[in-house]
Nanobody
Framework: EVQLQASGGGLVQAGGSLILSCEAS????????IGWFRQAPGKEREGISC????????YDQDSMKGRFTISSDNAKNTVYLQMTSLKPEDTAVYYC???????????????????WGKGTQVTVSS
C-alpha cells in the first residue's frame, strides 16, 4: 500500500524555521518524484517544490525560491522541506504527494500526482 506521511508542522513565529518530513512507503522510492504542496484557508492548493528522488534534481516555484528547500534521504525513503524566514502568509496545511513518474518535468504542480499524504499544519504567528 502506498503511503505518504507528512510531519514536522507546528506553530512558529515569523522569521523562524521549520523542517517538514514526508516519509514514503509501499513503493520503490527512487522510481517516483515527490512534491510538496500547501493550501491556506480559502485559497487554492499551490505547489512548492518537486524532487526527482533518483537524480536529486529539484524544481521550485519561483515565489518560494530562496526560502524553501526540498531534499531527500533515499536511505530513509524521506523527502524534506526546509522552510526559513517564515511569514504569516505561509500559514497553511502542507502536503506531500507522489508523482506517477520519476521526473518533475512538465508542470509537476498541475498534473501527475497520484498519491497524497494527509498533510501537516504550519502556523506562523506575527
Amino acid at each position: 500500500e502506498v503511503q505518504l506521511q507528512a510531519s514536522g508542522g507546528g506553530l512558529v513565529q515569523a522569521g523562524g524555521s521549520l523542517i517538514l518530513s514526508c516519509e514514503a512507503s509501499g513503493f520503490p522510492f527512487e522510481n517516483f518524484a515527490i512534491g510538496w504542496f500547501r493550501q491556506a484557508p480559502g485559497k487554492e492548493r499551490e505547489g512548492i517544490s518537486c524532487i526527482n528522488t533518483r537524480t536529486g534534481i529539484t524544481y521550485d516555484q519561483d515565489s518560494m525560491k530562496g526560502r524553501f528547500t526540498i531534499s531527500s534521504d533515499n536511505a530513509k525513503n524521506t523527502v524534506y522541506l526546509q522552510m526559513t524566514s517564515l511569514k504569516p502568509e505561509d500559514t497553511a496545511v502542507y502536503y506531500c504527494a507522489r508523482r506517477d513518474r520519476s521526473s518533475c518535468q512538465g508542470s509537476w504542480w498541475d498534473n501527475g500526482m497520484d498519491y497524497w499524504g494527509k498533510g501537516t499544519q504550519v502556523t506562523v504567528s506575527s
